[in-house]
């Protein structure tokens, strides 16, 4: 019997099966720069981790969604559903299609460690090249 959970307030449903693209949970740790004071600025080097490489539904929500913490806005781009996992928090990211997501929220589907509702915003392409342009 497949293990399936309903999303509240839809018809919508996720499924084991429902898992099709591969995603990385990555960890991101600051580099401490060789020389730090170039162009009196400190250039910290971001270095990423895998700590999971796991199967997830990816949605995209239609509009607007916005998650609010402490008075602070964001809009979700997209939302990852994996298995549960149980050290996967606000200070993760996830790396699909070579494209890394911070992720902003994480949710327990009905509390029954099954399943994880993560909801993401897009930080862009890994290529430091590109992000210099």
């Not at 250039?43 to 998650?67: A, Q």
């Not at 494209?99 to 509702?117: C, D, G, M, P, S």
Request: net charge negative; aromatic share 10%.
């Amino acid at each position: 019997m497949p293990t399936c959970i309903k999303l509240r307030g839809t018809k919508t449903q996720v499924c084991a099966g429902d898992l099709r693209f591969q995603i990385e949970i990555q960890e991101r740790n600051l580099a401490v720069p060789t020389d730090p004071f170039v162009d009196d600025q400190v250039n910290y080097g971001e270095e990423f981790t895998t700590l999971h490489s796991v199967f997830s539904m990816i949605e995209t929500p239609l509009g607007v969604t916005t998650f609010n913490d402490v008075g602070i806005s964001t809009a979700i781009s997209h939302v990852f559903y994996v298995r549960h996992l149980d050290d996967v928090d606000a200070q993760k990211w996830i790396l699909f299609d070579e494209i890394r997501y911070k992720i902003v929220n994480v949710t327990n589907l009905e509390a029954r460690k099954i399943f994880l509702k993560i909801e993401c915003v897009e930080s862009g392409s890994q290529d430091k090249d590109a992000s210099r342009a």
